[in-house]
């Protein structure tokens, strides 16, 4: 019956919106679109003949109002369920080329542009589609400058139309290809517009171009142009009155404020120069960019030597070796000059940028700790604590320059943590607390046992931040937990043995009574922490232990899909899961799975990775323990490697290293039993391994995965040989060929990240070559049978 009314009630709808759309008011058309697109999206415009009829009549209708109506409702039908209209892309493709050409009619070209951002990701591979929407892009441009100008006076809004190229760069960048300086150059128009919406978007397709196609950027000769945009973006004065998001004082409740200002023009324009570093040979940037930094550094104005600090601290990722080689000392003088600047805002992009030199520049920066030690903490000393932005970034550098000084740093532990124990025992400010804890634990990494004699009253003050629930405290107790999980691997099993049970305890304590995924996170830390110096602490937990991360691992908590699978597949999902990874026939190993779009919440996807990370360890620290979990835990973490985030990507294949090594450990133990689940698993991973270093596009995932491999085979070397004719047999490339070709890429790509790989490879920005080179020499010498 209820099937029954639905089918009379979808006829009569049907029927009245397309006799009805054409007379309303545009309001009522609007939303009367919309409907259409909901039943559009529920079934194949097929049963609706009359909708073609429709579009098909009012799009190409000399009078201007029915035009725009049946545009407005195109999109909408389009945008809501784009492939059923695939097989009429060349005929709509057709209609937006004389569309666009018409530039009286703003709204015409708005909904034509949102119908060409819908279809582009299923445009395919036919070469007729592919032709026309290429042929469509200098329309575009000039269409949617039109819009811009409009946008200004009321028209329809340009930046959610210029969303076309993100799209296009997503989905389609190679039809881009041949349009790529005049896109670049309306970019740069745009910003020049000083529109703040359509320069966000500017200046993000800028970036993302430059990642995709940077030989594209010197080809054209487009870095010149880019910069001399970019800089007057970077350093432009607020309004009068007005600071900028970084340098404004920091709340306790101002999150919304930050999470605003990282997506302000300023942050955008210092990621496109961060993308020319990471993307560049230095020899090809550094003789544009250096005169307009050290111009921007001698300018009376504040803002303009902010910039040029801020060109300074984005260089050091990308520019790393480049810097350490040639320009270390000079860039190091410059950056403490302006700690000392007379303006606050100077003086905070100062401590940014050597914060980012401390944690990008090692380990030629620490032979500086005698200048900068004694400048960081005589600066710290100094802090007025209320101005709790300004004090962040002085932490940032004092932390990020602490982390790597080793046994350097006991000349100056003593000042250092009576600093940080007078801002924990006397200050009232929790975000002062908060930082203060952090930075023990910045020391800790540093000083391991030389920490040990402020161990008691350390405990001391983070017991009562760590069984204070209060949401008022829940990021100073979240940085605590954190803390003691550093504490726990520094300190010594001596010192910190006796608190392990307890520690174990108090995590499992907080997720039960607690929650949120930062408190949850910092928990597994503690829980793998613990596991290395006192395992037999967990083997009791462990049931609660990995039922509380597994869930993490399955949670969809913070993960949105934007992309519906069709029904069909998730009935087919329901019901026909494998029972385990294990079990899988390899034949379906390498088989493409369904790619979904994503909207994540860091926050959650943070706590997936550090579940990740903690299952591993765990499981290898815990040994026969952890046996009857490792199934569960593998299929969880197995399922995450194709992750849409690359830090639960890199996480998971650690993890999955993790296992291996576990599992072999147990088997040298109970050889007879469980040799042959052995060679299931590193089967299974090792074929999981060698498909990622080919084919994951971030760098930081492969330096990992290779990592894991390395660990892998070192600790499992003549199980994994006994795998060489599975490996290298069949469509899938052996370690042999991986390897050799991964050293081919790293060559390939000195200077600099190149943006036409050697074929079957993504593009791959090498990050610290000589450790990858490294790695992949030691993996080689693991492999001595395959070598020939």
Known sequence: M????????????????????????????????????????????????????????????????????????????????????????????????SVLEELGDPSCLYYSILTVTAITAYTGTEEMVRNLMRALIPKLIVALKHLIKCDQVGGPPASEAMEVFDELIESEVSILVPYISEIVYFCLEVCAEEIVTATQFALSCISVLIRLKSKAVLKHKLLSPILQTVFPVLSTAPPPGQEDPEDRAQDEDDDE???????????????????????????????????????????????????????????????????????????????????????????????????????????????????LMPLLLGYLSGLNHSKTGHVTKAFYALENFLENLGEDIQPYLPTLMDNMLTALNHSENLKIKELAVSAIGAIANAGKELLVPYFPPVIESLKGFLTDTRDEVRSLQTQALDTL??????????????????????????????????????????????????????????????????LALKSTEGVTQFLLMDDDDDDEKEGGECDSVLEENSENEGEDRDIVGFSVENAYIDEKEDACDALGEIAFNTGVAFLPYLESSFQQVYELRDFPHEGVRRAAFTALGYFCRAQHKVTSCFPCTLFLALQKLLSVVLSSFLEAVRQDRERHVVMAVLESMNSVLKSCEGETLLLRHRLESGRRPGVTMVTNDALLRRLSTMPCCRSSPAKGFPCWQPLSQLRLSLLISEIWLRLPTCRT
Not at 48 to 73: A, C, I, K, M, Y
């Open 2 to 97: 209820n099937k029954c009314v639905y089918v009379c009630v979808g006829v009569w709808l049907r029927a009245h919106v397309t006799l009805s759309l054409l007379y309303l008011r545009h309001s009522v058309q609007h939303s009367l679109s919309q409907l259409s697109a909901a039943l559009v999206k529920r079934e194949s415009p097929e049963r609706w003949p009359t909708l073609f009829l429709l579009l098909n009549e009012s799009t190409r209708s000399t009078d201007p109002q029915e035009r725009q109506v049946g545009l407005l409702l195109l999109s909408k039908v389009v945008e809501s369920n784009p492939e059923p209209f695939k097989p009429h892309y060349c005929q709509l493709l057709q209609l937006f080329s």
């Open 257 to 371: 404020d930050d999470d605003n200002g990282s997506e302000n023009p300023k942050h955008l324009a210092a990621q496109v120069i961060d993308s020319l570093a990471l993307h560049l040979p230095p020899e090809k940037l550094f003789p544009q960019l250096m005169p307009l930094t050290e111009a921007c550094l001698t300018s009376e104005n504040p803002y303009e030597r902010k910039a040029g600090l801020m060109c300074l601290a984005v260089l050091a990722e990308g520019c790393a070796d480049h810097i350490r080689n040639k320009m270390l000392s000079s860039m190091l003088q410059t950056v403490c000059r302006s700690v000392s600047d007379n303006s606050e805002v100077v003086r905070s992009a100062a401590l940014f940028a050597l914060g980012q030199f401390s944690e990008h520049l090692q380990p030629q920066i620490s032979k500086y700790s005698a200048e």
């Open 485 to 550: 999980s550093v504490l726990a691997r520094t300190v010594g099993h001596d010192v910190f043995g006796p608190l392990a049970a307890e520690c174990v305890q108090l995590g499992l304590n907080l997720t039960d009574a607690v929650d949120d995924p930062d408190l949850r996170r910092c928990t597994y830390s503690l829980f793998s922490a613990v596991s290395s110096i006192s395992p037999d602490c967990l083997h009791p937990h462990l049931p609660a232990v990995t039922t509380i991360m597994v």
